[in-house]
């Protein structure tokens, strides 16, 4: 069994010592005295180093194995992006240091927004946002603040569509936006008609993915556009997918007016476990004088920081962002260049469709088709016929070595699958895996139940989450 | 130049071929009308080399400060190499967010070590497992409290300015009335507290210490917001707490803060860590991801994300936050950082933190810095300045030292942590000597 | 599945139980906890709050969803079973046992449906 480094502890154990100091001020205040032990642990540095080399082992990362986990686009994290990230020059900058000590990381972000700005077609970057969702906030935040400026204030609701993530409806609920649910048509893309009906003098926005969480390209996306644009909204784009369009189309040329980026997904940030992400958010001329507090803009040629703008939405959080994240995604931006951007996207591209074609036969693709980056498959048939779900088969995937794909999501397909290979990962493993899904296929017609007693080989066998949820224990705390 | 794709042009025209489709098919799907017809007008790829290059010459054009007196929301503290190196482990460098939790207890049990080091030091139930920052952890809280009784949000004035416009931010389109609570001598003005409470009062946010440094009298706060139903926040420093109070002991019911002095290098603003926690009564109030303990099918110990009902994938609109990715390695830098320092390496640090700050305070005030509030402090404190602020900020740069943070033309931020050494210190005050003759 | 007779109930799968004091208990059916599946939370809304037949006035959770429950009739809000807090799986294993909340002022009742057409509405 897994020990806690609580249970590793021992009493008076000492890892790390400081310098001595023979400084002393006043003693410490009575009344502001703690009086309780604080019970961190006590280890030696033996001890923590073995402690996390265990968990470490006892972890699964992109190194380690494929990782087709979709809309999360978790592709190979260049080394040189971490040696970048750690030069002293950025990583032991103050965030308040003068100004004119911190040229060169004012040039960086700035080189970061211009280029993001080329590929999404946009006209100014602000690259605050910690994350996705925080980039959704951000921008429904910019779009209130737009309609407010031209006194457009009956805008109440953001049309979302039900295929989109949860992110998107739950970010423009933040910003105070009645949420209404498009349907998608039996294409996978967004019911035009619907769309008609629903959108009005009431419509602030719609907020869209494109490719969609299925990993179709919306082809009426001109079209969407129109309507929206007609009815006085704006367009929102979620960019988790951009992997697929990188060098072959821009949200700015299809009509979008605000985007977020997920760096930790298209631009090779690594995810750390969770986060740190980083969440830039692109607009159009017209929504820049609202960009937040922090945002590194250019006036007179000279690269300076926002400062309290009369018209700005405020500050998401302190100072500029993820700042070793974005310089992270600059060098590999950097790395690629315009033609790498693009043939990273095409074979993105290209791994999906050969996956999804090698997999067709047996596997239920829920909108067939020629699909972008990524393709979703249902197991609802084998659910019903060999009582073998979504669930089953990914964590049959752990004991082959493979992360499973994203799971019951989108949630317009029952029993989902949603694969996303990415481009950095080769032939010879998507051959794999795709062998490892028929092998898989093959023992869900015949033996279920060794399915559904999978995985076998991880360190844990299945987990009960129902226990978890009713009687939560979310702290170690010593026996007594 | 696409360096990290591994297939070749042959192997992908093999595959191709395999699915018997030509790149114009799988292209096929995007309209002609939104196609970017023409290269992106960015430069071709260059090599790794190149590339480092080109950024070691923008960090370059930045200064490093081998001395830092300036906090105001960013502290450098001196991070032990076990730290650094361990945490760069690939597997959880590399890993996603850990929704399969048979392939991922190792990044799970470090999260829940880090919830339960953030509830030891706050004295807290439960903790999160991070959000972006200090300034939207404050956000966040603020949120957890309102609800359709009570929808009024006091901040004292006295929180980073960058919190409260964070709050400000965040509530702006919601049905919050966020009112700023006035200061005084330094401290939260607790008659104008008193006097402004209200059935619909949701929360009563504090620092502590606060922006200036200054220990607010939380446990007389405390006292006054639980006269109504209200919750009281508090943001603190988490190097604070191994000297002061948790925030439990003194009635908090939720406790914020900035934790990047928990090992993270000040990285010009981020990534950072804000931490969450909270009572057992109000946790299914807390945003994001949250990991707890469980069995496996044999009995085994084993964690998962857990109470994930509340979250943005499941109530969607209804979610009292859009939270998805966090700070999650930032999180696991910081619990290595605490159990390398252990409580008495802890307090070792909170303890030089304050002696040190406390003695240049008194140094100084003999050199004409009078000390601006008289007030008990931690590790950071305001002084006047007998010469212009940018005077000496440029003195001191001169010598590599990054002074204060200037408040206006003659006050003064200043901050001290353990990382400034005794010896820095008596240079600083010999050059502070020349600058204000 | 199981449906009480002395009981009274809705098209959206919850139940009635009318008291003779002339409060009401509430809940959701065998029918309704068997869909779900495991229940792993119920959140309760307050004493003095008012509901609205027809309108949604809790929810409860699974592991991987949320579903919403709608008021059977209209009412205020005397008492909530504080015990599902403690144990929610009361929710599966005796869903007519575990009671939402005590309904006082109780009104709106034409909407209710008796046992036997909740059984045909269930079949």
Not at chain 1, 349 to 364: F, G, I, P, Q, S
Not at chain 1, 469 to 476: F, Q
Request: charged share 20%; aromatic share 8%; with cysteine.
């Amino acid at each position: 069994m897994s020990t806690l480094i609580f249970e590793t502890s021992r009493e008076g154990r000492r890892c790390v010592m400081l310098p001595v100091s023979q400084m002393h001020g006043d003693d410490v205040y009575a009344e502001f005295t703690r009086e309780s032990a604080l019970q961190l642990p006590e280890v030696a540095e033996i001890d923590i180093v073995r402690h996390y080399i265990g968990l470490s082992r006892k972890a699964h990362g992109v190194d380690n194995g494929f990782y087709p986990l979709g809309s999360c686009t978790m592709k190979y994290n260049p080394r040189l992006n971490e040696d970048t990230a750690s030069l002293a020059g950025f990583a032991h900058l103050h965030p308040l240091q003068p100004e004119h000590t911190v040229n060169g990381a004012l040039k960086a972000l700035w080189h970061l927004q211009q280029s993001l700005c080329e590929v999404t077609g946009m006209d100014a970057f602000t690259v605050q946002p910690a994350a996705g969702a925080h980039g959704e906030f951000t921008g429904m935040l910019l779009i209130n603040a737009y309609h407010q400026s031209r006194k457009d204030t009956a805008r109440t609701q953001v049309i979302v569509p039900d295929s989109a993530h949860g992110t998107n409806p739950a970010s423009a609920a933040m910003a105070g936006y009645e949420v209404i649910s498009v349907k998608s048509n039996e294409k996978g893309g967004v019911d035009i008609d619907e769309l008609r009906s629903l959108v009005s003098e009431k419509t602030a926005a719609l907020m869209l993915t494109n490719p969609n969480t299925l990993g179709l390209f919306d082809e009426n996306i001109k079209e969407i556009a129109e309507i929206v644009h007609d009815a006085g909204g704006l367009l929102y784009y979620d960019g988790a997918n951009l992997n697929a369009i990188m060098g072959l189309s821009r949200p700015g040329d299809m009509g979008f007016d605000v985007v977020h980026l997920n760096l930790h997904k298209t631009f090779s940030t690594p995810h750390g476990g969770g986060g740190p992400g980083s969440g830039p958010v692109g607009v159009k001329k017209i929504l820049e004088p609202f960009l937040p507090n922090g945002t590194v803009e250019k006036n007179n040629e000279e690269i300076t920081i926002k400062k309290d703008a009369d018209t700005t939405i405020g500050r998401m959080r302190s100072f500029y962002g993820n700042f070793l994240t974005n310089i992270r995604a600059l060098t590999y931006i950097l790395s690629l260049g315009r033609d790498g951007l693009k043939e990273a996207s095409m074979n993105a591209v290209l791994n999906a469709n050969y996956m999804m074609e090698k997999l067709n036969d047996l596997y239920t693709v829920a909108y067939p088709g020629t699909c972008m980056h990524e393709f979703v498959v249902s197991m609802e048939k084998e659910k019903d016929e060999y009582n073998v779900s979504a669930k089953d088969v990914s964590k049959a995937l752990l004991d082959y070595g493979i992360h499973p794909p994203t799971m019951y999501f989108p949630q317009i397909v029952h029993e989902a699958l949603m694969i996303e290979p990415n481009e950095t990962e080769s032939k010879e493993t998507l051959d794999f895996a795709i062998q490892t899904f028929r092998d898989i296929y093959q023992i869900a017609m015949t033996d279920g139940q060794a399915l559904r007693d999978a995985p076998l080989t991880t360190p844990v066998k299945r987990v009960d989450d129902v226990l978890a949820a009713r009687s939560p224990i979310l702290m170690y705390r010593k026996p007594e | 130049m696409a360096q990290y794709v591994p297939n070749t042009k042959s192997e992908q025209l093999k595959m191709l071929e395999e699915i018997g489709k030509t790149w114009n098919d799988l292209l096929k799907p995007i309209p002609q009308s939104v196609r970017l017809n023409r290269e992106l007008d960015l430069p071709p790829g260059i090599s790794e080399f190149e590339v480092m290059a080109r950024m070691s010459a923008y960090a370059k054009e930045n200064k490093v400060f081998p001395t830092v007196l300036r906090g105001a929301g960013a502290y450098r503290h001196l991070i032990p190499s076990v730290v650094r190196h361990l945490s760069s482990r690939e597997e959880f460098v590399t890993a996603y967010t850990p929704y399969q939790a048979e392939f991922s207890q190792g990044i799970l049990q470090s999260i829940f070590e880090y919830q339960t080091m953030i509830c030891q030091l706050t004295g807290m139930d439960a903790s999160n497992a991070s959000v972006y920052d200090g300034a939207s952890a404050v956000a966040e809280a603020v949120n957890m409290t309102v609800d359709k009784k009570r929808r009024r949000a006091l901040l004292s004035s006295n929180l980073d300015p960058q919190s409260i416009m964070t709050v400000q931010t965040y509530t702006q389109h919601l049905p919050i009335d966020v009112e700023i609570i006035p200061s005084k001598d330094g401290r939260l003005d607790l008659e104008w507290l008193k006097s402004n409470l209200s059935e619909d009062l949701a929360c009563v946010v504090v620092q502590h210490p606060n922006y200036y440094g200054i220990l607010e009298d939380t446990q007389a706060i405390s006292d006054v917001v639980h006269t109504t139903k209200a919750k009281m926040i508090v943001s603190v420093n988490p190097i604070s707490l191994a000297l002061f109070k948790e925030p439990r002991a003194y009635g908090a019911d939720i406790a914020v803060g900035e934790a990047q002095p928990l090992g993270l290098n000040i990285a010009f603003g981020g990534p950072y860590l804000g931490f969450m926690a909270t009572t057992n009564e109000i946790v299914r109030k807390l945003p994001g991801r949250i990991v707890g303990q469980t069995l496996d099918l044999d009995g085994k110990r084993a964690f998962v994300l857990t109470l994930q009902a509340r979250e943005q994938h499941i109530r969607r609109e209804k979610a009292s936050s859009s939270l998805c990715s966090n700070q999650a390695h930032c999180a696991l830098t910081a619990a290595m950082y605490l159990t390398s320092m252990g409580p008495q390496g802890l307090k070792d640090v909170a303890s030089q933190c304050y002696h040190k700050a406390h003695f240049l305070q008194k140094q100084l005030s003999a050199l004409d810095f009078k000390l601006k509030f008289h007030q008990p402090f931690f590790h950071e404190f305001v002084t006047t300045t007998p010469v212009h602020t940018s005077k000496i900020v440029q003195h001191l740069e001169q010598h590599d030292i990054l002074a204060g943070l200037p408040l206006d033309d003659h006050t003064m931020l200043w901050c001290v942590t353990e990382a400034v050494s005794d010896k820095e210190i008596h240079t600083v005050l010999r050059l502070l000597e020349e600058v204000s003759k | 599945m199981k449906v009480l007779d002395h009981l009274f109930y809705t098209e959206s799968h919850e139940w009635v139980e009318l008291l003779e004091d002339g409060t009401a208990l509430v809940g959701i059916t065998d029918f309704a906890q068997h869909e779900l599946g495991d229940l792993v939370y119920v959140n309760l809304p307050e004493v003095g709050d008012k509901v609205e037949g027809g309108k949604r006035f809790c929810d409860v959770e699974s592991v991987k969803a949320v579903s919403d429950v709608y008021a059977p009739v209209s009412g205020v809000i005397l008492e909530v079973n504080e015990e599902l807090m403690d144990a929610p799986e009361k929710l599966n294993t005796d869903p007519y046992g575990a009671w939402f909340v005590k309904l006082g002022e109780v009104s709106g009742k034409e909407r209710l449906i008796n046992a036997d057409a909740y059984r045909s509405q269930t079949e």
